[in-house]
């Protein structure tokens, strides 16, 4: 399983957004083989006042998804932020994002493994 | 009566990853028939404690000579021993840094991205520095402990830091000794693992969910995502419905009745959003929910004294559900449409008395009318994917030209979902289903796509609901709870039936409570059915 974080414009996720599902002749949608599920965060608030509104709505449409394969049509959406610092997961998943995250930023501070004593030292 | 070819349930649970232990009995022996399950994250239910918790299993030991039984498999630094079944540590300093001072280790226990559950038994023979537990240089204890023993169990995801895997043990202040004993370290395996709840019910029941988000980045910590309002949130206060005690106490501290706990900045995406928070009765008589989905506001009080298991008439029409120990869960939804803001908020005690109330486990989700099971989050919104589960290639267990349906089923808050279906292929164009739609048994048969038979009865559905179906050409009967409901005597049926589908395709993603389920190759007796479907 690979989670990965995307955005898109709202008409990006428009023209998209069909091309992840099937449709019976009843209009029944099923995600495509590739996609395990797909969750529409939506515009993430950046910052909220005093009172808890929000301050600052991100303008770009944040969608996680769960693949069970690399999905070539969507990396240009890819976004990565830090993995102490996400909107959201999938239960129990935690671990999947840094593991995108370390595959795409190996040499991130969150991706290194301490090899010696003195990489830990203060 | 005959035997059910294929059986589910009845009391008899059991599930590991990827599967439910389905059975079939032949003579006094008993035969698995495992149905396949999948859910890509993990999941909460109750479990036969009465507890919320997250469906796991665990894994074979991962330790080797965990109860020091011999002087080996465990590196010894500094001067440590192991002798008279104990594992003794003699301290080298921090254990972060360096693995000079990992006093006893063992290589190689964790992997990357799993979680595990780490048990063992430690206490301080001489000095009074900290005691220390870690995977490499990541710590599950730092603290001073008794000259006692004492049993530690604690849940770790390895996948939040990076380790290369090793069990260590050590303290902080060089010489100081401890001995530890019954280590244990297993991986948890939390995805797709099948949901048996036994909220309410002790023989339990499979629980089938859509995929659903816990909008609340902080479910039971840091205030619940609300500004505090001269109310107060303690916690840690009191056992909640997960047998830990980090039930919160909300209490009012100023003096005006408007004192409240409030989310104005909840998304307004259009849809409709369930809310769910688990409420103790201590001392406030009055407890309200506010709620705004942009276009109006409505509000509702109770008395925590007095809830029961139940709807509550009023604005909100607050479901009640009794979890146990005091504890309710109380939910209700609204709907969003093109809001300009979204907001909830909760009083702990309108009556003016700085009294309050317990709480735990705030839940705002989308895309349904009825909340689900308890999603926790600590600080992003989290999602539990939906419940799959059928049985295929299983042709010889079906009866091909006739047979019996069987099921006891809850009725959920779903008004649509699947009670019982047979198809060749996983495959709607050969199938025969029974279905709910509101206060109907909708009854499909499809040969080959054409449609046999697509009719609905009205019924009266119980809490609780024993269905049996009879099939052959021409004649198919439908009892429910004791009663002959529904006779259908013209129709084909379609060959090659391979699959017990608990959701049809159409059908995936909705609330289901399974109990029990069995498949006979016979057409039973009419008096056989009314006894197997009467409650």
Not at chain 2, 6 to 17: C, D, F, P
Not at chain 2, 33 to 39: E, G, I, M, N
Not at chain 2, 69 to 92: E, H, R
Not at chain 2, 509 to 518: E, M, N, P, T
Request: hydrophobic share 30%.
């Amino acid at each position: 399983m690979i989670f990965k974080k995307y955005e898109f414009t709202d008409e990006q996720w428009e023209t998209i957004r069909p091309t992840l599902y099937s449709k019976d002749e009843e209009g029944n949608e099923t995600l495509i083989p590739a996609i395990n599920a797909v969750v529409e965060i939506g515009n993430i608030c950046k910052a909220f006042d005093e009172e808890g509104e929000c301050t600052n709505l991100s303008t770009m449409y944040s969608v996680d998804m769960l693949l069970n394969e690399d999905v070539e049509s969507l990396e240009d959406y890819e976004v990565y932020p830090d993995p102490d610092n996400v909107a959201h997961y999938f239960s129990g998943d935690q671990s999947l994002y840094l593991k995108a995250y370390c595959i795409k930023y190996p040499e991130s501070e969150y991706c290194v493994i301490p090899e010696s004593d003195e990489d830990l030292a203060e | 009566m005959a035997e059910a070819t294929i059986q589910l349930g009845g009391g008899n649970w059991a599930g590991k990853s990827d599967n439910i232990l389905g059975y079939y009995k032949e003579g006094e022996r008993f035969y698995k028939q495992d149905f396949t399950f999948s859910r890509s994250t993990s999941g909460t239910r109750v479990n036969s404690s009465g507890l919320i918790e997250t469906a796991n299993v665990l894994s074979s030991e991962l330790v080797t000579n965990g109860g020091f039984d011999t002087d080996s498999d465990w590196n010894k630094l500094n001067g440590s021993t192991i002798s008279g079944g104990f594992g003794t540590v003699i301290a080298g300093g921090n254990v972060e840094a360096g693995s000079s001072n990992w006093s006893l280790n063992q290589n190689t226990v964790f992997s990357a991205n799993k979680k595990y559950k780490v048990n063992f038994r430690a206490r301080q023979t001489s000095g009074s520095g900290k005691f220390q537990a870690s995977r490499d240089y990541y710590f599950f204890i730092d603290e001073v402990i008794t000259s006692s023993f004492v049993d530690y169990s604690f849940i770790v995801d390895s996948g939040s830091l990076n380790f290369t895997g090793n069990l260590v043990f050590g303290g902080r202040t060089s010489g100081d000794e401890f001995e530890v004993d019954n280590v244990s370290v297993k991986e948890v395996i939390q995805n797709n693992i099948p949901r048996v709840s036994y909220l309410n019910n002790s023989n339990g029941s499979l629980i089938l969910e859509p995929q659903r988000t816990n909008l609340i980045t902080n479910s039971n910590s840091n205030s619940l995502n609300f500004t505090l309002d001269n109310v107060s949130m303690t916690y840690n206060s009191i056992m909640s419905p997960d047998g830990e005690t980090n039930g919160i106490l909300f209490e009012q501290t100023g003096s005006a009745n408007s004192n409240s706990a409030y989310n104005y900045g909840l998304t307004t995406t259009d849809g409709t959003y369930s809310y769910s928070l688990f409420i103790k009765a201590k001392d406030s008589t009055q407890f309200r929910f506010y709620s705004s989905n942009g276009a109006s506001t409505l509000v509702q009080d109770f008395n925590p004294l007095e809830m029961t298991e139940g709807i509550l008439s009023g604005n909100l029409n607050l479901k009640f559900e009794d979890y146990g120990n005091g504890w309710f869960r109380v939910s209700f939804t609204r709907t969003l449409s093109s809001a300009a803001f979204h907001r909830l908020q909760i009083y702990p005690d309108r009556n003016n008395t700085q009294k309050g109330v317990y709480i735990f486990g705030l839940q705002v989700e989308s895309g349904g009318n009825y909340a689900t099971s308890y999603i926790p989050t600590s600080g992003s919104s989290v999602t539990r994917n939906a419940d799959v589960c059928s049985i295929t290639d299983v042709a010889d267990r079906i009866g091909q030209t006739k047979g019996t349906l069987y099921s006891k089923f809850d009725l959920t808050e779903d008004s649509a979902f699947t009670i019982i279906e047979i198809n060749l292929g996983n495959s709607t164009n050969n199938r025969i289903l029974a279905y709910r739609n509101a206060s109907y048994i909708v009854f499909v048969v499809q040969v080959g796509g054409a449609i046999e038979i697509n009719n609905s009865t009205l019924v009266t559905f119980l809490d609780t609901n024993k269905i049996a179906v009879t099939y052959q050409t021409d004649d198919f009967k439908i009892y429910l709870n004791g009663s002959l409901v529904k006779t259908y005597t013209s129709g084909s049926i379609p060959s090659g039936f391979d699959t017990i589908d608990l959701q049809d395709n159409y059908l995936q993603g909705r609330k289901q409570s399974i109990k029990d389920l069995k498949v006979y190759k016979e057409i039973l007796t009419n008096s056989e059915l009314t006894a197997l479907t009467t409650l």
